[in-house]
C-alpha cells in the first residue's frame, strides 16, 4: 500500500534486501495473483503489497539522542500478497519439512500451509517431509491435502516428525533437486534457520529456480528480531501449572520450598515471562544471570530471609542456568546432542541437593520441605493457545505470499505487530537473550524481591 502523502521514503530508510528470483533471471514471466479472482477477497486499493511497504525494526526512539538510534532506520518489507506472482501455480511443487524441538502450534502451521497454498492459489502438490532435514534424503515425501490436514491444528507436536542433527547438506540438495520441490518451507529454531541459510547458499550456487522460506520456530523464543516465536505463550501459560503446585506445596509445610525447572536452553524468557504472570515466585534464575549460593547477596542469604519472612518460597529455574557453576566430569563437559547443542546437566535437581545440605548444616533442628516439580516436556508438547493459532495462520499465509511473488532466503515474522520478510541469514544470526538491564528484568526483581547476584 502507497501513501504518496508520507513523509518518510524509500531513501530515508535502510531496507533489508531480500532475494528474489528474478534476481537470478530477470525475464521470467509473471502471472496475475489467483486473489485478484478469488470471491472471498474484495482486492480493494492497497490490499496487494508492493515494495515501497516496509516495517520499521524500531518504533521506540530516543529523541534526545542518549541511547543512540540506527540512522537510517531500519527497514523490512511488508509481508503480504502481491499483484504479480513469479509461481503458476499449476507448476508448484511444495514440501514441508519441521526440525528441532517441539513447539505447540507446529502442526497450524503445517497446516495452514497446506490449506493456503491449495486454498488461496490453487496449489495441488504439496509434500511433506518426515523427521526433520534428514527426511529429505530418508524418506519418501508425503503428499499433503487439506482434508488430510483438517485437525491438525488441534494437536500438538508435529504429524510430520522432527528430529536433530542430519543436515548434509549435499543429499539434501540432491534430494530436493530429485524430487523436483520448488518451494521449501522450513519451521525451526535457530539451528533450522542456519541450515536454511546453506540450502539457499547451495541452490543459488546451482542455480536453481526454486524458493526457500524459513518460519521461525521455539519454544525458548530465542531468536531474534521478531516480535516473539509461535507457541511461547502457550507453554507460559503452561508454566503456571507448575508454579502453582509448586506454590501450594511450599506454602503447606513448614520452610517449604517449591522448586520448578523450566525450559530455556541458553536464554530465560519463558522463566521470566512465567515469573511476571505468576506473582507466586521468589527468584526466577536465568542462563543470563550468574547468580551464586553462598554468602553475601547469594541465594541461601535470600532464601533464609524469605522464610524467617513468609514461611515458604517459589524459585523457578531456566534449564540453562547455573550451568558452569553445577561440578561435571570431563566428558559432561564436552556432551553434545545430535546437532552440536550442549547438553546440559539437571540444575534444579543440583540446587534441590546443595538448598538441603545448605539447610541441614545450618539449621540442624528445623524442619524443611523441599519440592522439586519439572514440568519440562508439558509444556511444549500441547496445542496451541487462541493466539498463538491465529500466529501460526498469520505466519503461514505470509510464507506462501511472499514465496509466490518469488522472494526466497527469506523469514516471516512479527516486527511491532507487523508481518514482515527478514533476510534468513540475518535471523540466522540474531539471538534474542534476556536483556537484564532493562525494565523488564527490574520488574521481575521488583516482584520477586531476589537479589541481583552482584558481588560488591
Ligand atoms: N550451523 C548449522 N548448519 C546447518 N545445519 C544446522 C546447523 N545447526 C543446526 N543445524 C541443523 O538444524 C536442525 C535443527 O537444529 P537444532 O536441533 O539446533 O534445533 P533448532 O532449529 O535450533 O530448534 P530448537 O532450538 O527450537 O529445538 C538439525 O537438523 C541440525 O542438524
Ligand atoms: O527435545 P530435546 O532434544 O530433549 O531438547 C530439549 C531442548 O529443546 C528446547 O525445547 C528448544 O531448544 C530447549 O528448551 C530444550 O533444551
Ligand atoms: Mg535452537
Known sequence: MSNSSSSISISN????????????????????????????FRTFPGFFLTSSDIVLRHNVLDLSGTFPSPNPPLAYHRAGPRNQILFDPATVRASIVTCGGLCPGMNTVIRELVVGLWELYGVREIFGIKAGYRGFYSYDPVRLNPKMVDDWHKRGGTVLETSRGGFDLKKIVDAIQNHGF???????????????????????????????VGIPKTVDNDVGIIDRSFGFQTAVEMAQQAINAAHVEAESAVNGIGLVKLMGRSTGHIALHATLSSRDVDCCLIPEINFYL???GGLFE???DRLKEMGHAVLVVAEGAGQDIIPRT????????????????????????ELKNWWSRDHPNELFTIKYIDPTYMIRAVPPNATDNSYCTLLAHSAIHGVM???TGFVCGPINGNYAYIPVDEIAKAKNKVDTRDHKWSWVRSVSNQPDFIRS
Open 294 to 296: 553462598e554468602g553475601k
Open 182 to 212: 520448488n518451494q521449501l518451507y522450513i519451521i525451526g529454531g535457530d539451528g533450522t534457520m542456519r541450515g536454511a541459510v546453506e540450502i539457499f547458499e547451495e541452490l543459488k550456487q546451482r542455480k536453481l529456480y526454486i524458493s526457500v
Open 405 to 407: 511473488a518469488g522472494y
Open 13 to 40: 530508510v535502510q531496507l533489508q534486501h531480500i532475494t528474489h528470483l528474478t534476481n537470478y533471471n530477470s525475464q521470467i514471466q509473471t502471472h496475475t495473483n489467483p486473489l485478484s479472482f478469488n470471491p472471498f
Open 302 to 304: 535470600f532464601l533464609e
Open 330 to 353: 570431563e566428558s559432561q563437559k564436552t556432551e553434545k546432542d545430535e546437532s552440536g547443542n550442549p547438553v546440559f546437566l539437571d540444575v534444579a535437581g543440583w540446587l534441590k541437593s
